[in-house]
Nanobody
Framework: QVRLVESGGGSVQAGGSLRLSCAAS????????VGWFRQAPGKEREGVAS????????YYADAVRGRFTISHDNVKNTVYLHMSNLGPEDSAMYYC?????????????????????????WGQGTQVTVSS
């Protein structure tokens, strides 16, 4: 069974930085699509960034491109989201998720985006609060 555990959230002032971690276990060996999502109270969940572990190909939503960086450590089986120049609009519960339906080993040409219904394994989330 796939398990994802987020950490690294907290409270920061506008302009500050945070690094979120997503520790994964139970994922099949090889290339997997992992994404970061966020949801603020009363708002729809939105995709933030995604990456194929072991291969790269990072993707960023327009709202965070240039400020956020997604990366992965294959040895630690961890996906990171480094966030800089944070603003109040970034305040949300941040979740990581893994596409457990579509293997990127069997389907190497399938895009990895933080919107696919294939994201079925989710972490519990970590809160990010940015004050002005």
């Amino acid at each position: 069974q796939v398990r994802l555990v987020e950490s690294g959230g907290g409270s920061v002032q506008a302009g500050g930085s945070l690094r979120l971690s997503c520790a994964a276990s139970g994922l099949p060996y090889g290339r997997n699509c992992v994404g970061w999502f966020r949801q603020a109270p009363g708002k729809e969940r939105e995709g933030v960034a995604s990456i194929i572990t072991g291969n790269g190909g990072p993707y960023y939503a327009d709202a965070v491109r240039g400020r956020f960086t997604i990366s992965h450590d294959n040895v630690k089986n961890t996906v990171y989201l480094h966030m800089s120049n944070l603003g109040p609009e970034d305040s949300a519960m941040y979740y990581c998720a893994a596409d457990t339906i579509n293997s990127r080993v069997l389907m190497p040409d399938l895009p990895c985006r933080p919107r696919s219904p294939g994201f079925t394994a989710w972490g519990q989330g970590t809160q990010v609060t940015v004050s002005s």
